[in-house]
């Protein structure tokens, strides 16, 4: 069984769309995570949620909004997409500080 | 605000030797944990070793190893007996309390 999903794996859309990407762990963590990975492969953390309570929200354009129903899952909502957004979005899990646990990566191309 | 510094863009190996990877940090934290992650062309990320910062014990996974010098505020990561399949990107994070902060990652070859 896969430890953390991530829907889709990749996604290419034109600007100005709306899109969302979903995230799933069957690890019973507590936390889980965004992060944006450039095309330097730079690794930056976008949200944090612990048990549904948004903890970490870096400097993200509010075009971005995270959203957790419940502590399994976590999801990125992007509104207005510009060409700028186009990079690769981890998803990621843990509990407390054992290691997070990453999704396949989400690979978003804005045309 | 925590920062941590690969100064190792790219690194290369022949297979069956060893290399060091790299890293120190910087954080006002006392309680902290320090990871290595590896990222394979298939750029999954995948957890290679952790160390807690109040271990004075160097953790040691198979054939990867680190040297944490904590009050140089270094963590390099060794890994032994090189093989092709450790080809990847390499990155350092910094976690705690804080927010989680990685390297800029180094790029490994082990050539054969």
């Known amino acids: 069984d896969t430890a953390v999903s991530q829907t889709p794996k990749y996604l290419v859309t034109q600007m100005g769309n709306d899109k969302s990407i979903k995230c799933e762990q069957n690890l019973g963590h507590d936390t889980m995570y965004w992060y944006k990975q450039d095309s330097k492969k730079f690794l930056k953390i976008m949200f944090s949620y612990n048990n549904k309570e948004l903890i970490i929200n870096e400097t993200v354009p509010n075009r971005f909004s995270p959203k957790s129903p419940d502590k399994a899952h976590l999801n990125l909502h992007i509104n207005s997409l510009e060409l700028g957004d186009s990079a690769v979005y981890f998803c990621a899990s843990s509990q407390a500080q054992r290691g997070q646990y990453f999704g396949p990566g989400t690979r978003l191309t804005v045309t | 605000a925590q920062t941590v510094t690969q100064s190792q863009p790219e690194m290369s190996v022949q297979e069956a030797e060893t290399v060091t990877l790299s890293c120190t940090y910087d954080t006002s934290e006392n309680n902290y944990y320090l990871f290595w992650y590896k990222q394979p062309p298939s750029r999954q990320m995948i957890l290679v070793i952790r160390q807690e910062a109040y271990k004075q014990q160097n953790a040691t996974e198979n054939r990867f190893s680190v040297n944490f010098q904590k009050a140089a505020k270094s963590f390099s990561l060794k890994i032994s007996d090189s093989q092709l399949g450790d080809t990847a990107m390499y990155f350092c994070?910094?976690?705690?309390?804080?927010?989680?902060?990685f390297g800029r990652g180094t790029s490994l070859i082990v050539h054969p």
């Open positions: 994070l910094s976690g705690g309390s804080y927010i989680p902060t």
